[in-house]
């Protein structure tokens, strides 16, 4: 059957490379000065000052180059994730992503599963709660890396922006966290995909999703229950 | 019932090397990701140029002489944690005997060119304000700056209205940084010759410099000798070396 549809499904990519190229080249942005302090004063809140990112998991070569590109990219990052809202507006797969009522309360039975306290997988629809809490809250970080992305970018001709932010400095810093946060998003979600559900990975690809295969059918784990099951003899 | 299994295990079978194509192109990303630290394919300059002559038609229409930079509450001035910062290998110094006293020349497209010297610059209306410095590398830092208006200049050289860009000029070596004439005459666009209550000191782009609190900091050209009111825009000492070319705020 089919699971994601074609808008879905090109968003979904066009998102996953817009978005490396954005981390990769606001990672080599921030290495201009790995720290968030005014000049002459101290910040309080990040222990990695002045230490650099790694320049591997960088992106743009120098300064001007990543700049270039995050400016560049910014667009498509926005206009994409607006097909993607609009269309799942339009075409109602919210409904599948929106909190329902207990969210919580089924979340902690899938931690529970996950964490062997629980035999069975618990049952779900489309996606499970944590899947639900995840794929909900990605669009609300990316929303808040964008706003906070444009408060430091125009700080003085929208300062009412970057004030309502706490200033440019603090903007700054929750520009990094939305960056962190969408990456730890994105951590989870890639190892759940090849540790519980790989053959979702056909779903994003070609739509087709056979639900013999599901985690649920085959109550699996991260790394357990990873194959097809076996029909039982009848 | 065999049948039916031999037909599952086929699609199993499809599955596997439909898995084994996704596991390929997973591959070719983590390589795309290894060639990071790159400045991309070169092929995308083009894009990037695009992008970048649209963002400044969008910065142009953000541009408003009404919105003015208040450093924030409580923000502390930088003083001497101010960076100093050049593109010569010493601290430039106007050489006085070698090419006499220094003096900021005003001209290009304009009614009547200026030979100010510092005293004149310093007797013209003036004008302080404590105003946030963005750096293009991600800092910011807070100093008071005092120097004169730029449209004050303007309006005494009798700038003509087709000039539509100013080129700031140097002796920091080749210095120099071309402006759209809008950013040029907002009310906060100084040229300083004091910071924090001081005349500049030689680090900090002595005798005077343009300040502006509208342009990233490599736009505000220190160590200034000329202006110039062009019909072109003149590009710039990091412009013309990939950074953006308007580096609006």
């Known amino acids: 059957m089919k699971r994601h549809h074609g808008v879905v499904r090109i968003t979904h990519w066009i998102n996953a490379i817009a978005l490396t190229i954005m981390i990769g080249s606001g990672l080599r942005i921030f290495n201009a000065y790995p720290a968030f302090a005014r000049r002459g004063e101290t910040f309080c809140c990040y222990p990695f000052e002045r230490v650099p990112i790694p320049a591997n998991l960088t992106f743009g070569g120098w300064l001007a180059g990543a700049r270039n590109w995050h400016f560049a990219m910014m667009w498509v990052l926005v206009v994409n994730g607006l097909v993607y809202l609009g269309f799942i507006y339009l075409h109602g797969e919210w409904r599948d992503l929106v909190p329902r009522r207990g969210i919580f309360r089924d979340a902690l039975e899938m931690v529970r599963f996950y964490l062997n306290q629980r035999k069975d997988h618990p049952r779900q629809g489309k996606h499970n709660a944590l899947q639900r809490l995840a794929y909900f809250s990605m669009p609300i970080v990316g929303i808040v890396a964008v706003v906070t992305g444009i408060a430091i970018w125009k700080p003085v001709e929208l300062s009412p922006l970057t004030t309502l932010l706490g200033g440019y400095v603090w903007a700054r810093y929750w520009h990094f966290l939305a960056m962190v946060a969408l990456v730890a998003l994105t951590i989870g979600h890639v190892f759940m995909v090849f540790t519980v559900d790989p053959y979702s990975l056909q779903s994003m690809i070609t739509g087709g999703y056979r639900e013999d295969l599901s985690p649920e059918a085959r109550n699996a784990r991260p790394f357990v229950h990873l194959l097809p099951n076996p029909k039982p003899e009848s | ?249």
């Open chain 2, 1 to 249: 019932m065999s049948g039916h299994r031999d037909s599952h295990r086929a699609e199993r079978l499809g599955i596997d090397r439909r898995r084994f194509l996704e596991a390929s192109a997973g591959a070719a990303g983590a390589l795309f990701l290894a060639a990071c630290d790159s400045m991309g394919p070169k092929s995308a300059a083009k894009l990037l140029k695009f992008a970048e002559a649209k963002n400044e038609t969008l910065e142009r229409v953000l541009l408003r002489h009404s919105s003015m930079d208040v450093p924030r509450a409580g923000a502390k001035a930088a003083g001497g944690s101010f960076p100093s910062y050049f593109v010569s290998r010493h601290v430039p110094v106007w050489d006085e005997t070698a090419r006499g006293a220094w003096r900021l020349e005003v001209g290009g497209m304009v009614k009547a060119p200026l030979s100010l010297s510092l005293t004149d610059l310093a007797a013209l209306p003036r004008i302080g304000y404590k105003l946030d410095h963005f750096c293009v590398e991600g800092w910011t830092a807070v100093a008071t700056r005092t120097g004169v208006r730029l449209r004050e200049i303007a309006k005494l050289a009798g700038v003509d209205p087709a000039a539509k860009y100013v080129d700031f000029q140097s002796f920091d070596d080749d210095y120099h940084e071309s402006w759209d004439v809008e950013s040029a005459m907002h009310p906060q666009t100084l040229i300083v010759y004091a910071q924090d209550g001081h005349y500049l000191n030689a680090a900090w782009g002595a005798p005077a410099r343009v300040y502006s609190p509208t342009k990233l900091g490599y736009k505000n050209t220190k160590y200034l000798t000329r202006i110039m009111f062009m019909p072109v825009r003149n590009g710039g000492y990091w412009s013309d070396r990939g950074y953006e070319w308007y580096g609006g705020v």
